[in-house]
């Protein structure tokens, strides 16, 4: 069965950090690009992050810019999410998703198999 599992989620002050970590299992990431989406509340989901297939070329959500950090270790089949400098703002549920496209371009970011999410709250 091919599915993905974040984890690391969890309250946080704001200013605190956190990482997610996002596993494969039935297949290896190598080939896909890696993106990390939110949804607060009411909200419309949102690409915090991407992480390309093989150039390790990165892009950043102009909300998260100079905050937050992707990366991969194919060798772990799992990509990572560092988050510091959190803020209120940034509570939400946090997925990892396997891209179709392998270099992370859009619009509409269609992707192969998404996480189940991993809630991250910043609140004082």
């Known amino acids: 069965q091919k599915q993905l599992v974040e984890s690391g989620g969890g309250l946080v002050q704001p200013g605190g950090s956190l990482r997610l970590s996002c596993t494969a299992s039935?297949?290896?990431?190598?080939?896909?690009?890696i993106g990390w989406f939110r949804q607060a509340p009411g909200k419309e989901r949102e690409r915090v992050s991407c992480?390309?297939?093989?150039?390790?070329?990165?892009n950043y959500a102009d909300s998260v810019k100079g905050r937050f950090t992707i990366s991969r270790d194919n060798a772990k089949n799992t990509v990572y999410l560092q988050m510091n400098s959190l803020k209120p703002e940034d509570t939400a549920v946090y997925y990892c998703?396997?891209?179709?496209?392998?270099?992370?371009?859009?619009?509409?970011?269609?992707?192969?198999?998404w996480g189940q999410g991993t809630q991250v709250a910043v609140a004082a």
């Open positions: 998703a396997a891209e179709t496209l392998d270099d992370c371009s859009g619009p509409d970011y269609p992707c192969d198999y």
């Open positions: 039935g297949f290896t990431l190598d080939y896909y690009a």
């Open positions: 992480i390309d297939s093989s150039e390790g070329r990165t």
